[in-house]
């Protein structure tokens, strides 16, 4: 099994950060829960007043995958997409680093 990380950007429409970022925090209520889930950080960008930073990582690719078949994390997505202009996803591989045996499963 190997450590599974994203780094999402969601750029909000004009005006609906706030907005996004609450409905994004609340959803990190469902995570801390989740099974496979070690990390799920919202950031906001310094230098754009829309985007948003999404940094997740999960025990592997397959906790991730089952995550977006959960209803409550559907009904977050559905929830944001009407305050989301753009979406890009960036897949990771942790390597390595200070702090990561402290997230890794035995």
């Known amino acids: 099994m190997s450590l599974f990380a994203m780094f ?3 750029t909000a ?3 609906k950060r706030d907005e996004l970022v ?3 925090l609340e959803a990190t ?3 801390e829960a989740m099974e496979g889930c070690l990390l799920y950080v919202i950031n906001e960008a310094e230098d754009d007043p829309n985007d948003v ?8 690719a397959e906790s991730h995958a089952a995550s977006l078949k959960n209803e409550a994390v559907l009904a977050t997505i559905r929830r944001c997409m009407p ?4 979406v ?3 897949k990771i591989r ?3 680093g200070i702090g990561i045996d402290r997230l890794q499963t035995p």
């Open 13 to 15: 429409h004009e005006g």
């Open 22 to 24: 609450q409905h994004l």
């Open 8 to 10: 999402g950007k969601l």
């Open 29 to 31: 209520k469902q995570k």
């Open 53 to 60: 930073w999404v940094t997740e990582m999960w025990r592997d």
């Open 88 to 90: 890009h996803p960036i």
């Open 94 to 96: 942790p390597v390595g």
């Open 83 to 86: 305050l989301v202009a753009g």
